[in-house]
């Protein structure tokens, strides 16, 4: 168990709609990074937030924003969405140098 | 930008084998990390071993090890003695050690099966 916890697990919606991905970073954990997972782009970096304030920004659409809490969770919110945003959400987490953690993602499909 | 390449897409090897997976990156940096993360069918991201640019010796954690050459911008990772629970699919990332993001940079992957 790497401590970071993403819900849902599994999200199945519609073209068009709006979803939101949660994520709780481990205990001590400053960062929060989101990453896509499909099978023709591979593993891309979306966004990184720490403490609160967006760090680094990768592959981002414009249909999708982040945002991280005062407790230090985090959401991706992901709008508008088409049949090529199905792919697999994972947020990470880290402290410093410390290498990535990461969640066990959010299958998301887009029908 | 940075960039890494894993060039095989699949590998096989026998239980008990050695095998040894490939990565190349690209970088103009001179301080960064590298890592090999594993992906088994259950999906979750696993960190198999870190390797700090810096360092000239190479990393190892039991049955894992790496050929890190830094002129080459090669980071290949041994299995030593495969075994079952190997099998995955395996991830080679990039980290600059410069600026204040821990982003990674990922290559395609190898998926890896390991045969009784």
């Known amino acids: 168990d790497s401590g970071v916890t993403q819900t849902p697990k599994h999200l199945i919606t519609a073209t068009g709609q709006r979803v939101t991905l949660r994520c709780s970073p481990r205990s001590g954990d400053l960062s929060v990074y989101w990453y896509q997972q499909s099978l023709d782009q591979g593993l891309q970096f979306l966004i990184q937030y720490y403490n609160g304030e967006e760090r680094a920004k990768g592959n981002i659409l414009e249909r999708f924003s982040a945002q991280q809490f005062p407790d230090l969770h985090s959401e991706l919110n992901l709008s508008s969405l088409e049949l090529g945003d199905s792919a697999l959400y994972f947020c990470a987490s880290s402290v410093d140098d410390s290498p990535l953690h990461f969640g066990n993602g959010t299958r998301l499909t887009v029908t | 930008a940075q960039t890494v390449t894993q060039s095989q897409p699949e590998m096989s090897v026998q239980e008990a084998e050695t095998v040894t997976l490939s990565c190349t990156y690209d970088t103009s940096e001179s301080d960064y990390y590298l890592f090999w993360y594993k992906q088994p069918p259950s999906r979750q991201m696993i960190l198999v071993i870190r390797q700090e640019a810096y360092k000239q010796q190479n990393a190892t954690e039991n049955r894992f090890s790496v050929n890190f050459q830094k002129a080459a911008k090669s980071f290949s990772l041994k299995i030593s003695d495969s075994q079952l629970g190997d099998a995955a699919m395996y991830f080679c990332?990039?980290?600059?050690?410069?600026?204040?993001?821990?982003?990674?940079?990922f290559g395609q992957g190898t998926t890896l099966q390991v045969k009784p």
């Open positions: 990332a990039y980290r600059s050690a410069a600026g204040n993001t821990g982003k990674l940079i």
